[in-house]
């Protein structure tokens, strides 16, 4: 782990082919990438007189098909802390905005959604519509018809002997301006890290949230009719719900703990069931696919198996020797297993005899990235993007943080179908405990590049 100086904003929130053997293979191939011809993109991070490497924050746009790559953000300033797809569109969340660029590099409209509530004066307004029965501006659904809010419920005291907020969720018809109350009570922990926010189902049907302190229950409701039930407690990120791409089908952990079992709820069936799986436990890009673990925290490190299994069946698909990295869990929009026509595709990490992402194709043989540090499938497991460990950059600086040590990496580009790789982007600084933010299209076409990844601590 590397030795800080100096962090001023704490920001929370690889490759192979198939050798088309049915047999595990103990010593994957170490593979080394050749790169093509560099890509055009940012030059080089500059070198103060005294040595220091001063690293800008960047999010790059790489398209698969043809490898080319473009710089949409660059910034000595603002910490680009995430980058998501709009469509044709990339949003980028940089300190307080949230610049938006076409594929083409140009500076795309502001989203429609971008700033809908605000409350001047103490009054809060959606979509310059003031709602005198809301507290304050919250998080919308999916389809924006809903926003939960809180309302202050005072404060409680915890068992150490000091008092916590304390606040009761609400949520408001948008259209209508009708509010719910969801759940009394809930605690706040009175300064933390590592909990998450409310999870929403693609439909907009339900809301999966928690409390941040006291007993650290988990909720899920029904907003249109505001029933609520609890379903577990603990809400660290790496218990938090994992929902469907599409539907209203959710996985959780009714406990506190990792590696204890995982419940699977249909709710449009009304069906509830616990998959033979512990967590934790991800849903594939189809959606019709589980697999666990996400990623390997011990004991389950010990055994080095992702178990895929069919979501409607229960029905063990394929088991492979490795996991995800554990900081995955912390993104809602990310996987390492893909099942496509062709089987599935893996970029796990912790393989026997892989020192780097074992990347299977269709088969429980994988060949080995060497170094790579964090793969990342498409959506129908055509391309596996890999974060690459190239070494170690000295003291570095860059937009709020300064460090001692930072590590080097290459972003590679695997052709599932050739067996093609190449190198993209060959240098990209981030930490050594997290590599950069690699985010695919729904379409698979296209990738963003986070780096300096941001973290929480």
Known sequence: MMKRLILLAALALTVAGCDGDDEPDPTPTQTT?????????????TVTPDGVLVVPSRVWLVEAPTGSVRTLYE???????????DGAV????AGLGTPRFNFDGSTAALATTTSRCS????????????YPGVDACGFFSPDGEWMLFEKDAGEVQVPAGFSVRSWDQWVVDVATGETTELQKGLVHCGGCDGRY?????????????????GDLRRFLSEVATGSTRQIGAGSDVTLAPAWHPTEDRIVYSMGAELSGPAVYEDLGAGSK???PLSWPVAFDASGQYLYSPAWGPSPKADAGMTTIIDADTFDTVAELPGAAPEWLMWRTDAGAVVVGAG?????LQGAPGCDGTAVYAGSSTARCVDTGRFGAPNADGTFVAVAMLRGTAGHVKGPGFESL??????????????????TLIPEVISWDYQAPVIRWNAEGTHFVVVAPAATGL
């Open 75 to 85: 910034s000595a300033d603002q910490l680009a802390s995430h980058a998501r797809f």
């Open 33 to 45: 990438s050749t790169a093509t011809t560099a890509p055009s993109v940012s030059p080089t991070p």
């Open 273 to 275: 069931q616990q998959a």
């Open 405 to 422: 040590t930072m590590a080097r990496y290459s972003i590679e580009l695997m052709d599932v179908r050739t067996r093609d790789v190449r």
């Open 343 to 347: 089987g599935p595709v893996a970029a």
């Open 119 to 130: 409350a001047p004066g103490g009054v809060v307004t959606i979509d310059g519509r003031a």
């Open 90 to 93: 990339v949003e980028v969340s």
């Open 197 to 213: 926010g409310p999870r929403w189902s693609p439909t907009g049907q339900y809301v999966a949230f928690a409390e941040l302190g």
